[in-house]
């Protein structure tokens, strides 16, 4: 059920359990991140105080300094190419998405501001956006997307959206 999901975390997070053990809350990833998309809750219960992103308030821009700042290891140092992160899963509701429900309005937005353009997102008969298995789950279509049609399942959870479009595998080089 949706209410047991994990929380988003940044690039690099451990395993859920794992994380929660060697994050020391000092805060060093939040002070570090230039577009202030990390949060440390003061809710959460055991939680409290450890790393968050809510992507409908900031996603997560992938410039990833974040992870060598940990100086625990709860966010792995050693990554840095942005197309290894594992934060989630973005799935589209077909119901709310512009071009699945025929509104009239042709929108290109999650399509044109994903960091993995062609990749992650990539456009059925030039239209219709699918997320692939190349999603980080960075958060940035949450963001942007105008009807909320956009929702990021953190990694590990094993829920997925019943309404939501079903991911396809990620595009070969040279498609999407
Ligand atoms: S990768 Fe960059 S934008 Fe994303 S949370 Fe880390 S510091 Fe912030
Ligand atoms: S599909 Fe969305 S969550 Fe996935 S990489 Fe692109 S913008 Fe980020
Ligand atoms: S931004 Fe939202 S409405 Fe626009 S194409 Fe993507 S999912 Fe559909």
């Known amino acids: 059920m949706q209410a047991f999901l994990p929380p988003l975390r940044p690039p690099g997070a451990l395993a859920e359990k794992d994380f929660i053990k060697r994050c020391v809350r000092c ?69 709310r998405c512009h071009n699945y429900a025929q509104t009239g309005i042709m929108c290109m937005t999650c399509y044109d501001r994903c960091p993995l353009r062609g990749q992650a997102v990539v456009l059925a008969m030039g239209l219709n956006p699918h997320m692939t298995t190349a999603c980080v789950g960075c958060g940035i279509c949450v963001y942007v997307c105008p009807v909320a049609a956009v929702t990021v399942v953190p990694a590990h959870a094993s829920w997925i959206p019943p309404f939501a479009e079903q991911i396809k595998p990620s595009p070969r080089k040279g498609e999407g």
């Open 27 to 95: 805060g060093q990833c939040v002070t570090i991140c230039p577009h202030k998309s990390i949060i440390l809750p003061s809710f959460l219960g055991r939680h409290r105080g450890q790393p968050i992103i809510d992507p409908h308030k900031k996603p997560c821009y992938l410039c990833m300094l974040c992870p060598p700042s940990c100086p625990t290891g709860a966010l792995d140092p050693t990554l840095s190419d942005l197309t290894r992160v594992r934060m989630g899963q973005a799935y589209i509701a077909k119901d």
